[in-house]
T-cell receptor, first 115, second 113 residues
Framework: AQSVAQPEDQVNVAEGNPLTVKCTYS??????LFWYVQYPNRGLQFLLK????DNLVKGSYGFEAEFNKSQTSFHLKKPSALVSDSALYFC?????????????WGAGTKLIIKP | DAMVIQNPRYQVTQFGKPVTLSCSQT?????MYWYQQKSSQAPKLLFH???????NEADTPDNFQSRRPNTSFCFLDIRSPGLGDAAMYLC????????????FGQGTRLTVV
């Protein structure tokens, strides 16, 4: 069965420190992986995606994520956190062989950056 | 510049009174999606249109319907809203349903009284 796990409900990081938001996935075929961010009472904003190619993907607002096939992970990272990065982050995966194009979402991780 | 626009941002409706939420896009994307999101949970796909082809998720209640009169607009109709339908409703678009990321609107927060 296809699934996405975000093992941490909440991540707390001091401003200026590096941050990591974890995501692992399970699909039967090749994965297409996405990260979205949601600020309070707002829609989701696309951050970055991995489809193919370089395992390190750079996205919006200084975020990056590394696709690790052996660990089936796609962790979101940023070298230096800002208070404005505080938001809800969702990881999502699509199976490249899924003809229904179904997007599977993680439960979300609340990121809190403290000044 | 807003590319996916949802109206209204906040909607209050009475229990059982039909309500329509609207979504428009300036991206000329082929696919439009409607998601329901409760209490900062993961969004739940209700249905999507690929051009004029309507694709309903198996567990979407019959109470929820959708219309897409043209490429730019898509509507979510809730025929008889219940208290459990109070949620944030998110519209999204993508150029195709495969590898392209979806662009989301700001959402409509529905309250049922």
């Amino acid at each position: 069965a296809q699934s996405v796990a975000q093992p941490e409900d909440q991540v707390n990081v001091a401003e200026g420190n590096p941050l990591t938001v974890k995501c692992t996935y399970s699909v039967s075929g090749n994965p297409y992986l996405f990260w979205y961010v949601q600020y309070p009472n707002r829609g989701l904003q696309f951050l970055l995606k991995y489809i193919t190619g370089d395992n390190l993907v750079k996205g919006s607002y200084g975020f990056e994520a590394e696709f690790n096939k052996s660990q089936t992970s796609f962790h979101l990272k940023k070298p230096s956190a800002l208070v404005s990065d505080s938001a809800l982050y969702f990881c999502a995966v699509r199976d490249a062989e899924d003809s229904n194009y179904q997007l599977i979402w993680g439960a979300g991780t609340k990121l809190i950056i403290k000044p | 510049d807003a590319m996916v626009i949802q109206n209204p941002r906040y909607q209050v409706t009475q229990f059982g009174k039909p309500v329509t939420l609207s979504c428009s896009q300036t991206l000329n994307h082929n696919v439009m999606y409607w998601y329901q999101q409760k209490s900062s949970q993961a969004p739940k796909l209700l249905f999507h249109y690929y051009d004029k082809d309507f694709n309903n998720e198996a567990d979407t209640p019959d109470n929820f319907q959708s219309r897409r009169p043209n490429t730019s607009f898509c509507f979510l109709d809730i025929r008889s809203p219940g208290l459990g339908d109070a949620a944030m409703y998110l519209c999204a678009t993508s150029r195709d349903p495969g590898v392209m990321a979806a662009f989301f609107g700001q959402g409509t927060r529905l309250t049922v009284v």
